[in-house]
């Protein structure tokens, strides 16, 4: 073993990182998509679209449903599988290094608090473009005669983004004060279910116009519905962005101000 | 600037700053007092041991001066920047938490590259610290291995190669041995003094092994239930606290006039005969008493000499470190 000097000479002191947040992302990323659970992700999800795919482009009997509805189904299947994977990430992962007990070796670098949660959040967002790329393919086959590739690929773009920022965001400030990695992921479940939920009723009068505009999810639904199925022009339906854009906005304004507030142990469920 | 050049040539204003200054530092959780008034000062390549029993207060109060928890009353400073800078501080020092969990799927490499990274240093830089580091902790052979298979001390080790990461001012060491072979807690205890002495940091070392902090640590804070209730280096520790006992021989014949002179001996708190060891007392003396050690031992053995009794043999006891501990924490069995 050489000497502890020869190493302190070899070891500068560093005044911290300039962008620890793209050091914290880079260190996610890898975790993810390097590990077996991004990559068996991938996969489960590429098994459901080719089956969907398949069912929907060579089955004449199942395949009971237009081109255009397929589409528009193989495309929001993308987006909601994204918001829940990219949930399941971000409510991980504050509770989830407590629960490890790796947070506080985390807490004591140089990176501020905010940087930290930015970092993890950009990591657990980074699932929407991946599965968008991979859900592509299956929209290019099944768009044939309808030329509405490019309209679904980018309003599902549009849409999914906004979406996935906000719901990423939600779990990392259910994280950041959740003590438990359970109860930081059944909280932010409960919140998708209850939001997702109205995207599968038949919701009708002003209630229902209500719930469909105030709803992240219904809105970015019923907006993707109208561009794919119902080919309404882009500006048609603009205020059905309202509800995704405004919740992309506040909820991750809120998560980057509590996540200042980010403490060695959790608030809740203690 | 190596902090080696920065230890060397500091500036003119820090000469003679303390690396750590605590005053009168508490922290409290709702109604519970976790420290209270912790204050003390520590010097470069000072090694500092921080006992106590559990829930003394030990890891409250390295996370309060590691900037985890803010203080709730007092202040501290290291290298002269203020607690009130947690970000400045961070830097300076390096912290190996008692209950420091490892990524599992990460390499000891990969672990390091990351502290390395997070602490400002370039790619190509956190590549060769980590080198360094793991070579000087041993760990050089199982660089690539992955963290799961390492064993506990192995793992230790790693946590303080990271404490190294931004070669520190200041490291606190939280319970480093728990929970090793005695093979592991002599790699880690040879570490620690290294670091004290090669590279000039203090250690604020939390254990309750208390071989380990005579071994080591050139001063001691005794805390009890977020109290400090002794401090100074382990002889004044001793010297305050550990019981006296001394075993006296004197002729069988003379046993009854020993007593009686013994008993009127300055400090002496107890004497009687052994039982079944004919002509030996029992000696207990007075804890700290004010003319120290030798002083009440020399009263003792003056007041059998005034009674004309002659000592055949005297063997003095007790004086150890976890003495002193068990009286000041209260847990000694009387």
């Known amino acids: 073993m ?9 070891i500068e002191r560093p005044s911290g990182p300039s962008a620890g947040w793209l050091v914290v992302a880079g260190q996610e990323l890898r975790d993810i998509w390097f590990s077996a659970r991004g990559q068996a992700i991938i996969v489960a999800y590429s098994l459901l679209l080719s089956l969907l795919t398949y069912l929907a482009a060579s089955n004449t009997e199942l395949n009971i449903i237009d081109q255009r509805d397929t589409v528009n189904l193989v495309t929001q299947i993308a987006m909601a599988l994204a918001v829940v994977v990219s949930l399941l990430f971000s409510a991980d992962s504050i509770s989830g290094e407590r629960e490890r007990e790796t947070l506080e070796s985390l807490l004591l670098t140089p990176v501020p608090r905010r940087e930290i949660a930015l970092g993890k959040l950009l990591a657990a967002v980074s699932v929407w473009p991946v599965m968008l790329v991979v859900a592509i393919p299956y929209i290019w086959a099944l768009r044939a005669g309808t030329g509405l590739f490019a309209d679904a690929v980018l309003a599902g773009l549009l849409v999914g983004t906004l979406l996935v920022v906000a719901f990423a965001s939600l779990g990392v400030i259910v994280s950041v004060f959740s003590a438990s990695n359970r109860l930081a992921l059944a909280a932010t479940f409960f919140i998708f279910v209850v939001l997702l939920a109205p995207t ?23 907006f993707l519905q109208r561009i794919i199925v119902k080919e309404h022009a882009w500006g048609d339906d603009l205020h059905l962005l309202i509800a995704p854009i405004a919740a992309a906005l506040v909820v991750s304004t809120i998560a980057f101000i509590v996540a200042g507030r980010l403490r060695l142990q959790g608030s809740f469920g203690r | 600037m190596s902090v080696r050049d920065a230890v060397e040539a500091p500036p003119a204003n820090s000469m003679t700053r303390p690396a750590l200054t605590v005053e009168g530092i508490s922290k409290a959780f709702g109604s519970t007092i976790a420290v209270r008034e912790l204050s003390f000062e520590a010097n470069s390549g000072e090694v500092i041991g921080l006992l106590g029993p559990n829930g003394a207060g030990k890891t409250t109060a390295i996370r309060v001066l590691s900037t985890i928890y803010p203080p709730t009353s007092g202040r501290f400073a290291v290298s002269g920047i203020p607690h009130t800078k947690p970000s400045a501080i961070r830097p300076l020092i390096g912290v190996l938490p008692e209950s420091a ?36 902790v041993g760990l050089a052979e199982r660089a690539a291995s992955s963290i799961a298979t390492y064993s506990r001390g192995m793992r230790q080790r790693l946590g303080v190669a990271r404490a190294l990461m931004n070669a520190p001012s200041v490291i606190f060491l939280d319970e480093p041995t728990l929970g090793l072979d005695p093979a592991g807690q002599r790699q880690i205890l040879a570490l620690i003094r290294n670091v004290a002495r090669e590279r000039g940091a203090t250690v604020i070392l939390s254990t309750h092994f208390l071989d380990e902090v005579e071994e080591v640590c050139s001063r001691v804070i005794i805390m009890n239930r977020g109290d400090v209730i002794a401090e100074g ?22 046993l009854d006039r020993a007593l009686t002179a013994m008993r009127r001996a300055q400090g002496v708190t107890g004497v009687d005969s052994v039982e079944g060891e004919p002509g030996w007392l029992a000696v207990a003396f007075e804890r700290g008493a004010t003319e120290g050690e030798r002083g009440v031992a020399n009263s003792a053995i003056r ?19 976890s003495d002193a501990f068990l009286y000041l924490t209260g847990e000694e069995k009387l």
């Not at chain 2, 990460?106 to 980590?130: C, K, M, N, P, V």
């Not at chain 2, 007041?303 to 470190?321: C, T």
């Open chain 2, 303 to 321: 007041s059998l000499l005034e009674a004309n009794v002659p000592i055949l043999s005297l063997e003095l006891e007790g004086g150890r470190l």
């Open chain 1, 200 to 222: 599968q009723l038949p919701l009708s009068g002003w209630v229902g116009d209500l719930i469909v505009q105030v709803n992240p999810m219904t809105a970015g639904s019923t």
């Open chain 2, 233 to 254: 280096t382990v002889a004044e520790i001793k010297r305050k606290a550990a019981p006296r006992t001394a075993r006296v021989r004197v002729p069988e014949e003379m």
């Open chain 2, 101 to 136: 969990g490892y990524p599992l799927h990460q390499s000891g490499a990969e672990f390091l590259r990351y502290y390395a990274r997070l602490f400002g240093h370039t790619a190509g830089r956190a590549r060769e610290i980590a080198e360094v580091l793991l070579m000087e």
């Open chain 1, 2 to 10: 050489t000497s502890l000097a020869h190493a302190e000479s070899a």
